[in-house]
């Protein structure tokens, strides 16, 4: 290998790196009771369904509470909760088609060598752990159901899951 293939491969190599690292190390928001108030207050800004605007769609919706979440932090929202508020707009049914719908299912929670599905919390059985929730926007619902999600509507940050029984 020519020591420009080297060089290729090691960038390669240590871009891999920091992106892996990056998804595992995401910092909580430290304040989530703001972080809960700027969605209120945004929700009376960036309109979720508009009859009014015949261009509103999803994608300007997620990039309006982008505009207002950046205005946020510079008004003292912590900036390690700037995702998780443009997170809750992006994973919404607001701006998409007539019919979709936020797909919350749920998971009995796992116990595995000692520690739950979430690596930290202790446990000595299965029912010691926590469901383990999931949600996505889905066309119809119909098609969640399918799945084996509840249909609701909104954001995936407001959905509520029915926990199957063990």
Do not use: W
Not at 131 to 151: H, I, L, M, N, Y
């Amino acid at each position: 290998m020519t020591l420009h293939g080297l060089h290729r491969t090691a960038v390669v190599v240590g871009l891999l790196t920091v992106a892996l690292a990056g998804t595992r190390a995401r910092a909580a928001c430290s304040d989530p009771a703001l972080a809960e108030q700027v969605r209120t207050q945004i929700a009376t800004t960036c309109v979720c369904n508009d009859p009014n605007n015949p261009r509103a769609n999803h994608g300007r919706y997620v990039s309006c509470v982008a505009h207002a979440v950046r205005d946020a932090v510079a008004n003292g929202l912590p900036t390690n909760c700037k995702g998780a508020v443009t997170r809750c707009a992006a994973r919404s049914t607001c701006g998409k088609k007539s019919g979709f719908v936020t797909c919350c299912s749920a998971s009995l929670g796992k116990c595995e060598n000692g520690l739950c599905q979430d690596g930290v919390t202790a446990c000595s059985g299965d029912p010691n752990c926590p469901p383990r929730t999931r949600c996505s926007v889905k066309s119809s619902s119909d098609r969640c159901t399918a799945q084996g999600g509840s249909p609701g509507t909104g954001s995936c940050c407001d959905a509520v899951c029915t926990v199957p029984a063990p």
